[in-house]
């Protein structure tokens, strides 16, 4: 769990690679539905929302990750959703799917600390590899880059990656937003923090530490 910008992608990519654990953001299953030739009309007018910053509908995310879960972790994978629980609402049916999937006990929450001033700063900035998914933080020699230094696909900037509509998003899902959802976990006792101010590798460092990964 984060806000926009906080680096869940980033470090949930990390640790796919390093681990082998499956990486299931709603942002990217989202995404993918644009060029879904069975995406329904209904799932398409969704995807209007999420240009504006604002959450998409609950059932579109149930249907897209509960799916993606249960394929992967009934093929023995660990998965690292990111970004999936967005409300109070969502945290309550989720914890519902959990108990009847057997996952309950098994759940940790990684909080994911940064303030809105910062994601702000990052997600102007943000580049994304069309091809390889790859993130590509803010420097002055990658503000000039064209292509993936990964795998030379083509890089962009997302359709909600603009000053108006990441104002809207840090305001609609910034940290006033998410602190009922982290209580709601803390409650549960399986909150595990870091602090995202950090750079990329010492977040990473921080992350496996908590996760007790190594
Ligand atoms: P999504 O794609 O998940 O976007 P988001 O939540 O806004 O998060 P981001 O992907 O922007 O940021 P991130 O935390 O992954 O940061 P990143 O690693 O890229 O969702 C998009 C939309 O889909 C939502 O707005 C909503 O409409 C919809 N949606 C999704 N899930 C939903 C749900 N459950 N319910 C309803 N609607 C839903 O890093 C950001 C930048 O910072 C990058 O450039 C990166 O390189 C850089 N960076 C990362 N870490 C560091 C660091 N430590 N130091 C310096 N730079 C860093």
Do not use: W
Not at 80 to 97: M, N
Not at 120 to 130: D, E, F, G
Not at 146 to 169: F, M
Request: aromatic share 6%.
């Amino acid at each position: 769990m984060g806000i926009p910008g906080s680096g869940k992608g980033t470090q949930a990519k990390i640790l796919a690679k390093d681990y082998g654990f499956v990486h299931i953001s709603t942002g990217d299953l989202l995404r993918a539905l644009e060029t879904d030739p069975n995406a329904s009309v209904e799932e398409l007018n969704s995807l209007k929302k999420m240009k504006e910053g604002k959450l998409v509908a609950d059932d579109l995310v149930y249907k897209l990750a509960f799916h993606a879960i249960k394929e992967n972790i009934n093929n023995g994978k660990v998965v690292i959703l990111d970004g999936a629980i967005r409300s109070i609402g969502q945290a309550e049916e989720y914890q519902r799917f959990f108990l009847n999937e057997n996952l309950a006990d098994k759940i940790v929450v990684l909080d994911m600390k940064l303030s809105d001033e910062t994601a702000y700063k990052r997600l102007t900035k943000r580049k994304v590899c069309k091809d390889c998914g790859y993130i590509i933080p803010y420097s002055p020699d990658n503000e000039k880059k064209l292509v993936c230094e990964k795998c030379g696909g083509e890089l962009y900037i997302r359709s909600d990656d603009n000053p108006a509509t990441i104002q809207e998003r840090i305001m609609k899902q910034g940290n006033n937003a998410i602190a009922p959802i982290l209580d709601y976990y803390s409650g549960l006792g399986i909150v595990k923090t870091v602090n995202a101010e950090k750079d990329i590798q010492d977040v990473d460092l921080e992350v496996r530490k908590v996760l007790e990964l190594e």
